[in-house]
């Protein structure tokens, strides 16, 4: 029986040396979102966050904001109920939402922060995600999005066999110049961006050669370069932004 898109991104059991291996994995991997929540919370103090994660799945991220940001609502939006009934269990308290990327079920102005972590690439036409990230980050609020980079030297050296390519939902796959004008056309100022290391060469993301790679990114997520095996860019809605998107 062929496995579904939901399948792939079921967790592992709680309580097994895999799902504990797991929990701490993303844990140490999502440190650098809780990084940027913090730089943000400091910078628009509010009594309480409201952060949306936009293909939340079975709520790995949610599930880290909940214990590091107790007083934040969080809301995860995804296309499939299975997962967002696992994320319901795993983060309790936040709100689940069915719906999809390019048509948010979200007011308008109605998110302080919004993460779109590795969505983008899966969506035929993502100039509509962004126009609607655009409606629902109010003008200021903060947008996070991370993707494959099509201009890595990982793409580079494998080829064919570059693991972006792996995934035949991967219908946009970019370099990072892509990503960033479209950002700015959508009505969103880069705040910081750059790429990760070098996890797309198979060899250099096994153990032990896999540490050169892992402990710097576990630390700082993504540097200033362009061959990093997925860009990640944060961005603020201009406050200016209107219907044109200036």
Not at 8 to 23: D, F, H, K, Q, V
Not at 37 to 56: K, M, N, T, Y
Not at 101 to 110: I, K, V
């Amino acid at each position: 029986m062929p496995v579904t898109q939901a399948q792939l991104y079921m967790p592992r059991a709680e309580g097994t040396l895999r799902g504990s291996a797991e929990n701490l994995f993303r844990r140490l991997q999502y440190n650098l979102w809780g990084r940027e929540l913090r730089r943000f919370a400091a910078e628009h103090p509010a009594s309480r966050l409201r952060i949306v994660d936009i293909g939340c799945g079975p709520g790995f991220l949610l599930r880290c904001f909940a214990r590091w940001f107790q007083n934040a609502e969080l809301v995860g939006v995804d296309q499939s109920q299975a997962l967002l009934q696992i994320a319901q269990l795993r983060c309790k308290g936040m709100k689940a939402l069915l719906g999809d990327a390019c048509a948010l079920p979200l007011a308008d102005g109605s998110a302080d922060v919004a993460f779109a972590l590795h969505v983008v690439e899966h969506l035929a036409r993502p100039g509509e995600f962004f126009a609607e990230a655009r409606r629902v980050v109010r003008p200021g609020g903060m947008l996070v999005i991370a993707t494959p980079n099509a201009a890595s030297l990982g793409a580079r050296v494998m080829g064919s066999k570059w693991i972006g390519f792996s995934d035949p939902t991967h219908i946009s796959l970019h370099r990072p110049s892509y990503w960033s004008a479209m950002l700015d056309e959508s009505g969103f100022e880069i705040a910081r961006d750059g790429t990760t290391g070098l996890s797309g060469i198979p060899l250099l993301n096994k153990m032990p050669l896999g540490l050169i790679h892992w402990i710097p990114t576990f630390f700082f997520g993504y540097f200033p370069w362009k061959l990093g095996e997925a860009y990640i860019c944060v961005a603020t809605r201009r406050q200016d932004a209107g219907a044109d998107g200036n």
